[in-house]
């Protein structure tokens, strides 16, 4: 069975860091992209960050950009995301998936990713 489990959220005050883990199993990182994701209440899911295991190459949204880092361990087959300076505004539940396709090089969509975790909630008080 394919599956991501994603952990690592938890409460932390603005300035500060986090790191969350997204452990695969079922399958190996081999020509798809993997996303995080994040939805805050009340707004849609948000793509943020992805990496991709045919050319290694990583994408951020802006508002990430600088303070978050995607991130493989091909050994444990786990998928990392650093988070630095973390702001009020990144308070969500953050979400990990799988684009099984790669239809296209950089995707942040929702609607293209094919398998998800179960999200773990990350909150940063002011």
């Known amino acids: 069975e394919m599956q991501l489990v994603e952990s690592g959220g938890g409460l932390v005050q603005a300035g500060g860091s986090l790191r969350l883990s997204c452990a695969a199993s079922?399958?190996?990182?081999?020509?798809?992209?993997i996303g995080w994701f994040r939805q805050a209440p009340g707004k849609e899911r948000e793509g943020i960050s992805q990496?991709?295991?045919?050319?290694?190459?990583?994408y951020y949204l802006d508002s990430v950009k600088g303070r978050f880092t995607i991130s493989h361990d091909n050994a444990k087959n786990t998928f990392y995301l650093q988070m630095n300076n973390l702001k009020p505004e990144d308070t969500a539940v953050y979400y990990c998936?799988?684009?099984?396709?790669?239809?296209?090089?950089?995707?942040?969509?929702?609607?293209?990713?094919?398998?998800w975790g179960q999200g773990t909630q990350v909150t940063v008080s002011s």
């Open positions: 998936a799988a684009d099984f396709t790669a239809r296209r090089s950089v995707s942040l969509s929702a609607n293209e990713y094919d398998l």
């Open positions: 079922g399958f190996t990182f081999d020509g798809y992209h």
């Open positions: 990496i991709s295991s045919k050319s290694g190459s990583t």
